[in-house]
Nanobody, 121 residues
Framework: QVQLVESGGGLVQAGDSLRLSCTTS????????MGWYRQAPGKQRELVAH???????NYADSVKGRFTISRDNAKNAVHLQMNSLKPEDTAVYYC???????????????WGQGTQVTVSP
């Protein structure tokens, strides 16, 4: 069974930086999309950034120029470098990957358990 585990969240002040990481375990044949989502209290989960296999990335407008997503295909891991953090970035951040477990299986989406990021003014 594939599992995703996030790390790197915490409490920081506005203007600070954090680096989130998401690692995997289990049998993985291929991963095409890796992404980060976030959910603030009382709000819907939203896409922060995602990256495809060739490294092409897309970002939410609210984080462009401040966040950078990167993937390590050798380690089946994805990272999110968050700079110039703002209080409105406060949320639980979730890692998601579209994974094929074997050559003959379909792709399925997997999610991590989330990591809290809190940015104080």
């Amino acid at each position: 069974q594939v599992q995703l585990v996030e790390s790197g969240g915490g409490l920081v002040q506005a203007g600070d930086s954090l680096r989130l990481s998401c690692t995997t375990s289990g049998t993985i044949f291929s991963i095409d999309v890796m992404g980060w989502y976030r959910q603030a209290p009382g709000k819907q989960r939203e896409l922060v950034a995602h990256v495809i296999r060739d490294g092409t990335a897309n970002y939410a407008d609210s984080v462009k120029g401040r966040f950078t997503i990167s993937r390590d295909n050798a380690k089946n891991a994805v990272h999110l470098q968050m700079n110039s953090l703002k209080p409105e970035d406060t949320a639980v951040y979730y890692c998601s990957m579209r994974i094929k477990g074997s050559r003959y299986s379909d792709y399925y989406y997997y999610w991590g358990q989330g990591t809290q990021v809190t940015v104080s003014p």
